[in-house]
């Protein structure tokens, strides 16, 4: 008992302040934000649209083939940035990628990325102080569940927010789907779905959950929830940071509100 | 025969009659080799399917292939006298429409339609490939008999899968593992390959073993376009290979304190892990180490700064993992629940195969760093270890054990990185070759199989991840154990369903 009580001595408080101070700092090699710099971009080039593995990059027609990215397919993997021979395109360090609609996920250098708002109503008035969830994992490879699951370790304490994952739908009021909804997956999301009761709210988290990412066109799935459930909140990412999705999280129960600036440290 | 990293011509894999090609099997692992993967191929003749065997043998660091090609839509079971390529056999029934007659389980691996048109061995409705969760599970008669299923939807944040066990009251007589809900058809796309979406294929294969996967695929493309890597690429991608065991070896010795409710460590390791994964995003970028291992060489390189930061991060990170994980072996409390707790004999985790730490745990001496060295490890040694009782205790105890290995050896990488570049340029593919990898995920032995076309492209990739070869040690281990116990057994094993559905 007494080497209990020195290792507790000895790891110390580890739950991070953020909100209330700055997040943890972000490595520095982390992929946030797309960055998109079209005056080095050059005319009739389209290498880092033929280099996405997921057809994320759409080249705009009315501004001389600028890229836009759609978030909700992108990997933050390394291609487009290195198919440009130019430098045009690169990722920054903002983690923040949770949006309402799913439009708003594609965008271009001159569009601002539309972050979630909060939940409104009686929504708000129900889930805002309390968020149960039911967490189903529809055909993917584990990682955004994994970090998923980081969110409950004593270093983020998700629980603090009023916000847990419940063993039963019956409990929940709601999802947190991932996964690009493998075809074996569809009934089980659907039975859990009709299991939560109503008002219910859906949460998309990763690419595969918000488009198929890698798996987009794949028979074996459904290019994710969208078109069997209506989702109330995206989550960018392949897989997200923790602290991208607890944004996410804290955005749409309207912890974020009135907080402006809330930005990773550097290093 | 070729080493572990290797391509050989097509037409050097010896092309045998069908008896010979089984008996070959049996008779090899009955003289001590192991199935690394054996799976079915389209044949340009429509009525027929080709089958393509990798047998591993250990004491030699060889590897041997055989082909044969089987008509008439079924083979003869090796199964009862070789049990280890069950699943296989299941795998080559579903995926190509070969029966393997005789085979004591014939059952779907991940639901799905065969890959050759209108040979379905498991048909569901309308002719179609089977219906997910409908088959015909096995089941206990008897007046106090009851049976519980399980998923594949669980109560907590994990992947779907399906279990079903028969109990007499609290004691487990047997336990069905009936998966195939995360399949995404990864297989299937990779053919054609190698293009824009096959190296993200294989860092999804199962997200956890990104580094692991990735480095098995890299080291197929880098044998078919014979590429060598420099020495600086070997270890950095031995270094990532390590933090990615480290990362999930922490985190699951966490989860297995938690468990038994034993939260200090629980607690504590579930932070650690955090710093782990942290350490290779300092190296890429990304916590599952996306973007490092790359056909080449690795996808990003260090500078002194990033060494010093790192051994300084590495230092801390070992003193506090240390501090946590032996509170585990002096809290009594924590080692009656671990001891005698799923216990899996060495006899039968041979005969089914098993690989990494759930082998180890159980006395086999098996570690394709140890056994099959490529890259780093054939310079870098890293002492195997094994525990003998096959019980919790023994998967938790390899995991620690092999913890302070990983940490020594990334500690020694560190310091003495060799100079040069961090990736070297790949060129096409050879045509009509065959190249093999195996790596050693944390899980366990990973097996990259690629056959190439007249045009160097994939024409069949396989993949086998740990997990195939292990689901059924977790169904072993269970049997006569009380039901309450599944979920600490099943972190003791912690195998992947997205690996394994693929």
């Given amino acids: ?267 | 025969m070729i080493g572990n990293g290797r391509a050989i011509a097509r037409s050097a894999v010896p092309q045998l009659p069908q008896d010979e090609f089984l008996g070959g099997i049996s008779a090899a692992v009955a003289g001590g080799a192991r199935v690394a993967a054996f799976f079915g191929m389209l044949d340009p003749d429509p009525d027929a399917v080709g089958l393509v065997v990798v047998l591993a043998d250990d004491r030699n660091a060889r590897l041997h292939l055989g082909r044969t090609r089987v008509r008439g839509g079924a083979f003869d079971s090796l199964t009862p006298a070789c049990p280890q390529v069950h699943l296989f056999e299941r795998e080559i029934a579903e995926q190509y429409g070969l029966r393997p007659e005789g085979h004591p389980w014939l059952k779907p691996v991940r639901f799905h339609s065969a890959y050759r048109r209108g040979s379905e061995v498991f048909s569901g409705k309308d002719g179609k490939g089977p219906t997910i969760g409908v088959t015909d599970f096995y089941r206990v008669e008897g007046d106090e008999v009851h049976e519980v299923a399980v998923g594949p939807v669980h109560a907590g944040i994990i992947e779907p899968g399906h279990f079903r066990f028969q109990c007499h009251g609290e004691n487990v007589f047997h336990l069905e593992i009936s998966l195939g809900y995360q399949h995404r058809g990864v297989e299937q796309a990779l053919r054609g390959g190698p293009d824009k979406r096959s190296l993200h294929y294989a860092e999804t294969l199962a997200g956890d073993t990104t580094v692991g996967h990735t480095s098995a695929y890299c080291q197929v493309v880098e044998a078919l376009a014979r590429c060598q890597k420099t020495p600086r690429a070997q270890v950095l991608r031995g270094i990532a290979l390590e933090l990615e065991r480290l990362a999930n070896h922490v985190g699951d010795l966490g989860a297995l304190a938690n468990d038994v409710a034993f939260l200090p460590t629980a607690a504590y390791c579930g932070r650690l892990r955090g710093d782990f994964l942290n350490m290779t995003a300092s190296l890429c970028g990304s916590r599952f180490g996306r973007g490092m291992i790359r056909p080449g060489g690795a996808g990003f390189d260090v500078d002194a700064a990033r060494v010093r930061d790192l051994l300084a991060r590495l230092d801390l990170a070992e003193r506090d993992t240390t501090n946590a994980v032996e509170l585990l072996w002096s809290t009594s409390s924590v080692m009656a629940r671990f001891e005698e707790t799923g216990v899996l004999a060495g006899e039968v985790a041979e005969s089914l195969g098993l690989v990494g730490p759930a082998a180890r745990a159980c006395g086999l001496s098996r570690d394709v760093r140890h056994d099959h060295p490529s890259g780093i490890f054939r310079f870098a040694h890293i002492p195997l270890s094994t525990w003998s009782t096959g019980d919790v205790f023994a998967r938790a105890y390899v995991r620690w054990l092999e913890v302070q290995r990983s940490i020594d050896f990334v500690r020694e990488q560190l310091r003495s990185l060799p100079p040069g570049e961090a990736r070297s340029r790949v060129k096409a593919l050879a045509p009509d070759h065959v190249a093999v990898a195996l790596a050693e995920g944390w899980r366990g032995e990973l097996c990259h199989v690629a056959l190439t076309d007249a045009a160097g492209r994939f024409e069949r990739y396989k993949v086998v991840d740990p997990s195939f070869h292990n689901w059924t040690g977790l169904a072993y281990a269970l049997r006569g154990q009380q039901i309450s116990d599944f979920p600490l057994c099943n972190k003791s094993f912690n195998l992947s369903y997205c690996g394994h559905d693929l």
């Fill in chain 1, 1 to 267: 008992m007494i080497d209990v009580i020195r290792a507790r001595l000895r790891q110390g408080h580890r739950t991070m302040r953020y909100p209330d101070a700055p997040p943890p700092p972000l490595p520095d090699r982390f992929r946030g934000r797309p960055r998109i710099d079209s005056s080095k971009c050059q005319v009739g080039c389209s290498d880092c649209a033929d280099a996405c593995p997921t057809g994320a990059i759409d080249l705009r027609r009315d501004l001389q083939g600028a890229p836009r990215i759609d978030l909700g397919r992108c990997l933050f993997c390394t291609e487009c940035a290195s198919a440009c021979p130019e430098g045009a395109l690169g990722y920054g360090s903002d983690y923040r990628l949770a949006v309402r609609e799913r439009s708003d996920l594609v965008v271009g250098e001159d569009e601002e990325l539309r972050l979630a708002d909060a939940l409104q109503g009686r929504l708000r008035k129900l889930f805002g102080r309390s968020l149960k969830l039911r967490q189903v994992s529809a055909g993917g490879c584990n990682a955004c569940e994994l970090d998923v699951n980081v969110l409950n370790t004593v270093g983020w304490d998700l629980s603090r927010f009023g916000i847990q994952f419940v063993a039963s739908p019956r409990h929940a009021d709601g999802l947190l789907v991932t996964g690009a909804l493998s075809q074996n997956m569809r009934l089980a999301l659907q039975k859990t779905y009709d299991a939560v009761p109503a008002p219910k709210i859906v949460i998309a988290v990763g690419a595969c959950a918000i488009s198929g990412g890698p798996y987009i066109g794949h028979s074996e799935v459904a290019n994710g929830v969208e078109g069997s459930l209506s989702v109330d909140l995206y989550i960018a990412g392949c897989p997200p940071h923790p602290l991208t999705i607890l944004d996410g999280l804290l955005r749409l129960v309207g912890r974020l509100e009135g907080r402006r600036g809330v930005r990773a440290g550097a290093g």
